[in-house]
T-cell receptor, first 115, second 113 residues
Framework: DSGVTQTPKHLITATGQRVTLRCSPR?????VYWYQQSLDQGLQFLIQ???????AKGNILERFSAQQFPDLHSELNLSSLELGDSALYFC??????????????FGEGSRLTVL | AQSVSQHNHHVILSEAASLELGCNYS??????LFWYVQYPGQHLQLLLK??????LVKGIKGFEAEFIKSKFSFNLRKPSVQWSDTAEYFC???????????FGAGTRLFVKA
């Protein structure tokens, strides 16, 4: 158990819909990262938050957004869903900057299926 | 641009064979290097990491990796694989600030019993 909690574990929805994925980082971790894992794209970095603020951005579509709340949990919002958005979405956390070695602790992922 | 290349996408070995998975990176500045493993149906977990010191690092389950700065490489090795090593292996790089960890495409290892 990594200490990172993601909900829901599985989600099936239709094209055009919107979903929210939730992540609770390990206790004490200030950084939250979101990754998308699909068969053809591998593990793609989407976005990182540190202590409530966006810190780094990767290949995140404009239809996707994220935020980190004061209690440090994070949500990834996916809207106007397309078939190609079907993937496993991982959240990871780390301590953050200031002596951080960069090690990430991953949740078990949220598997999104868009029909 | 920052990138991580893993040379082998699929590797099939028999038990007791030796393993070496290649990883090369392109990332400015001082880096931290990682290998993560994802067993079937599970989340990614850290196998080993390098951030300074001895370039030969040892991880869990008999894995080791060597950082060769001049070649921008961080290859993963294991002298004798087991069936339980069947998994997907990811090389990852981040800067020392810990932001924006970039992963390679992954290598799927299948070990035949």
């Amino acid at each position: 158990d990594s200490g990172v909690t993601q909900t829901p574990k599985h989600l099936i929805t239709a094209t055009g819909q919107r979903v929210t994925l939730r992540c609770s980082p390990r206790s004490g971790d200030l950084s939250v990262y979101w990754y998308q894992q699909s068969l053809d794209q591998g593990l793609q970095f989407l976005i990182q938050y540190y202590n409530g603020e966006e810190r780094a951005k990767g290949n995140i579509l404009e239809r996707f957004s994220a935020q980190q709340f004061p209690d440090l949990h994070s949500e990834l919002n996916l809207s106007s869903l397309e078939l190609g958005d079907s993937a496993l979405y991982f959240c990871a956390s780390s301590v953050g900057s200031g002596g951080n070695t960069g090690e990430l602790f991953f949740g078990e992922g949220s598997r999104l299926t868009v029909l | 641009a920052q990138s991580v290349s893993q040379h082998n996408h699929h590797v099939i070995l028999s038990e007791a064979a030796s393993l070496e998975l290649g990883c090369n990176y392109s990332y400015g500045g001082t880096v931290n290097l990682f290998w993560y493993v994802q067993y079937p149906g599970q989340h990614l977990q850290l196998l080993l990491k390098y951030f300074s010191g001895d370039p030969l690092v040892k991880g869990i389950k008999g894995f080791e990796a060597e950082f060769i700065k001049s070649k921008f490489s961080f290859n993963l090795r294991k002298p004798s694989v087991q069936w339980s090593d069947t998994a997907e292996y990811f090389c990852a790089v981040t800067n020392t600030g810990g932001f924006k960890t970039i992963f390679g495409a992954g290598t799927r290892l299948f070990v035949k019993a």
